[in-house]
């Protein structure tokens, strides 16, 4: 019987495999963390590029005089600028210009970027991302501000 308790107490003084034991339960909550905000931030990159682009493809069109000339205007500078906004590729790129039905001498523009190829959807069963369709939206007046 003395010979059990001393090997009892020899085995509760053993810490030996017990960071082990913790790196066990600690590591797989850590690396679902980092992939979590790794794939959170590429995601926010892709919408904040779409809507910078959105941005500056609207005050590009602006000098266009007429709804086909702004939809040149936007074709043409998503195309000469598309690759240098992070995240984005121009042949997943949806343009939309359009005057506005909504508030006259002001027209519209829509992109719509589908980011089905984001290295972030390998990882989309363990957490919820949005949707894969990312929109920007901009309206801008005809011919700058008149009072």
Do not use: C
Request: charged letters at 20%; zero cysteines; aromatic letters at 10%.
């Amino acid at each position: 019987m003395n010979i059990i308790r001393s090997l009892n107490r020899r085995m509760m003084k053993s810490r030996s495999g017990s960071a082990a034991v913790e790196f066990a339960i600690v590591a797989p909550v850590f690396l679902m963390m980092i992939l979590g905000m790794l794939g959170g931030g590429i995601y926010l990159g892709a919408v904040h590029s779409v809507r910078q682009l959105t941005s500056d493809v609207a005050r590009a069109t602006i000098a266009g005089a007429d709804e086909g000339e702004r939809i040149f205007i936007a074709k043409h500078y998503v195309k000469t600028n598309a690759h240098s906004y992070a995240f984005l590729r121009q042949d997943k790129l949806y343009i939309s210009v359009e005057d506005s039905d909504i508030v006259a001498n002001q027209f519209d523009v829509e992109i719509i970027f589908y980011a089905d190829e984001l290295p972030i959807w390998n990882i989309a069963g363990f957490f919820p991302f949005p949707n894969r369709e990312i929109k920007g939206r901009a309206s801008i007046r005809n011919g700058g501000f008149s009072a």
